[in-house]
């Protein structure tokens, strides 16, 4: 079981960037999915969360309107397209998969991406 998440980078404040995660050994359409991030010296949070069970997604107040979650069934992926991005979006972001229902706790997931880095920066 494992997942890949990549497209991470530098970009300029006001930009955008998409994020992918794929899966494998496992089916992402029999999970619920969550985006989260950490800054530096900072705890872990939820971004987006996402239900498999009725397509319910959920966004942080702080990126909401800002990012959309999406995901590809037929290639095991899901994706975090990030726009107007600001400098307090830098941080490394992960993906994330659990059975069950949506849910925004961190330590309901037992399935994490490695992170990749988001750096907004002018």
């Known amino acids: 079981v494992q997942l890949q998440a990549s497209g991470g980078g530098l970009v300029q404040p006001g930009g955008s960037l998409k994020l992918s995660c794929v899966a494998s050994?496992?089916?992402?359409?029999?999970?619920?999915n969550g985006w989260f991030r950490q800054a530096p010296g900072k705890e872990r949070e939820w971004v987006s969360c996402?239900?498999?069970?009725?397509?319910?997604?959920i966004y942080s107040d702080s990126v909401k309107g800002r990012f959309t979650f999406s995901r590809d069934n037929a290639k095991n992926t899901m994706f975090l397209q990030m726009t107007s991005l600001k400098p307090d979006d830098t941080a490394v972001y992960y993906c994330a998969a659990r059975t069950g229902d949506i849910y925004s706790l961190s330590s309901g997931y037992p399935y994490w991406g490695q992170g990749t880095l988001v750096t907004v920066s002018s």
């Open positions: 050994g496992f089916t992402l359409n029999d999970h619920s």
């Open positions: 996402y239900s498999t069970f009725d397509g319910l997604t």
